[in-house]
Each structure stands twice: as structure tokens, then as C-alpha cells.
């Protein structure tokens, strides 16, 4: 892994964009990874169908925090279609570094949990 994306991910993770919940917000969503431990919610302000504002909290390994603040700054302003297409290689190519498979959950948690909000789900179907 380069130093750059290491410092990339570092600095999301200790500095995070984003990070923090809305007051009354339109959408929001909450999941945790059991096998590790970490856990994000998102918030969701809506204009129309577009994200206005989004905020992310929670705990967890620096992939899945530095993750959480990468996804809120790639689609704030997008809309609610947009997010909805997005895959999981868009937010593993945004990270930049090279994630393991034991790590891919970590890393593509938040993104589940923004398109559970997107859907706006309140649980996670069965």
C-alpha cells in the first residue's frame, strides 16, 4: 500500500468529514458489522430527491470510519438514484488502498447502511 493512500485513509479516519447526526433528519439508518464490532448510522437531509446534507456516526476500525467520511463527501449533493447505483467497487476504488476480503465488510459498511437510508428502510430486510 502507498504512503499517500495510507495517509489518505489515516486522515479520514482521525479527521473524519461529516461525522456527527442531523437534527431531524429525513432518512436514517443504522447497522453494525457483529463479526468486529463497527457500527455506523447515517443521517440524511433531503432536498427533493437530492442529498442536501449528510452526516455519519459510530465506532469501528479506521477502514470503516475513514470509509463512512470518503462515501458522505462522494455523494453529498447526488441523488437519491445516484446513490442507489452505486457499487461496492466504487467506494473500494475512492478508499484506494487494497482491501482484503476479511476486511471487505468493514470497508463497504457505510455503504450499505447509505443505500438502506436511500431506500428508506428503517430495518434491515431478513
Excluded at 485513509?9 to 468529514?17: A, E, G, S, W
Excluded at 447497522?31 to 432536498?47: A, E, M, V
Excluded at 447526488?78 to 476479511?102: F, H, M, T, W
Aim: aromatic share 6%; with cysteine.
Amino acid at each position: 500500500m502507498s504512503d499517500l493512500y495510507r495517509e489518505h485513509i489515516l486522515d479520514h479516519y482521525q479527521h473524519p468529514r461529516n461525522y456527527g447526526t442531523l437534527d431531524h433528519p429525513d432518512r436514517s439508518f443504522e447497522d453494525s458489522n457483529p463479526l468486529c464490532g463497527d457500527r455506523i448510522r447515517i443521517d440524511l437531509k433531503l432536498s427533493g430527491d437530492y442529498i442536501a446534507d449528510i452526516r455519519f456516526s459510530g465506532r469501528g476500525c479506521a477502514i470503516s470510519q475513514a470509509a463512512a467520511s470518503i462515501l458522505t463527501e462522494m455523494v453529498k449533493g447526488k441523488s437519491l438514484e445516484e446513490v442507489k447505483a452505486l457499487g461496492a467497487q466504487d467506494l473500494l476504488e475512492e478508499l484506494g488502498v487494497p482491501i482484503s476480503p476479511a476486511r471487505r465488510k468493514c470497508a463497504l459498511l457505510s455503504l450499505k447502511v447509505l443505500k438502506a437510508a436511500a431506500y428508506g428502510l428503517n430495518e434491515w430486510p431478513s
